[in-house]
């Protein structure tokens, strides 16, 4: 898991070459005024959804992990806490190969708050529950960057 904002990339240079390409899209684009969908980048190697929710309590989320892609989570508006475990720690259900989707079971180890410009990083062993409000439910809208590891 790597967290960070936007506005600090100086400090992320040595991040490998795709989220950098993530990174040139979003200076590139302004995804803020993108419709929520799929923007294919570079095939299935690189996309970006960009979606609006509204969060909720964590009684409502699921845990979720992938094998095929790691997502770089890019806060465009709102406010949203994602909860994080790593999926050694908890318990791994049956993997939905053509969704790349690893439902998962169990407790937050920590959480991380995005505003907007703030990024999240999940690499395949990191589980996340996404949308749970920090104070109360909140629409938010962000792009997550879907890099095949």
């Known amino acids: 898991?790597?967290?960070?904002?936007?506005?600090?990339?100086?400090?992320?240079?040595?991040?490998?070459?795709?989220?950098?390409?993530?990174?040139?899209?979003?200076?590139?684009?302004?995804?803020?005024?993108?419709e929520p969908g799929s923007y294919e980048i570079d095939g299935k190697r690189l996309f970006v959804n960009i979606v609006e929710y509204t969060?909720?309590?964590?009684?409502?989320?699921i845990w979720e992990a992938h094998r095929k892609y790691l997502d770089l989570h890019l806060m465009l508006n709102g406010?949203?806490?994602?909860?994080?475990?790593?999926?050694?720690?908890?318990?791994?259900?049956?993997?939905?190969a053509n969704d790349d989707f690893l439902p998962l079971e169990g407790e937050k180890n920590s959480s991380v708050i995005l505003k907007s410009g703030d990024f999240l990083i999940c690499y395949?062993?990191?589980?996340?529950?996404?949308a749970v409000a920090v104070e109360t439910p909140?629409?938010?809208?962000?792009?997550?960057?879907?890099?095949?590891?």
Request: hydrophobic share 35%; net charge negative.
């Open 1 to 34: 898991m790597i967290f960070g904002n936007i506005q600090n990339m100086r400090e992320y240079s040595f991040l490998e070459t795709g989220l950098l390409e993530c990174f040139a899209y979003a200076r590139t684009h302004n995804l803020a005024e993108l």
């Open 79 to 96: 406010t949203e806490q994602i909860d994080l475990n790593f999926i050694s720690n908890m318990e791994q259900k049956d993997y939905v």
């Open 55 to 61: 969060t909720t309590t964590p009684e409502n989320r």
């Open 124 to 130: 395949p062993n990191d589980g996340h529950r996404t």
């Open 138 to 149: 909140e629409k938010v809208k962000k792009a997550i960057f879907k890099l095949w590891v």
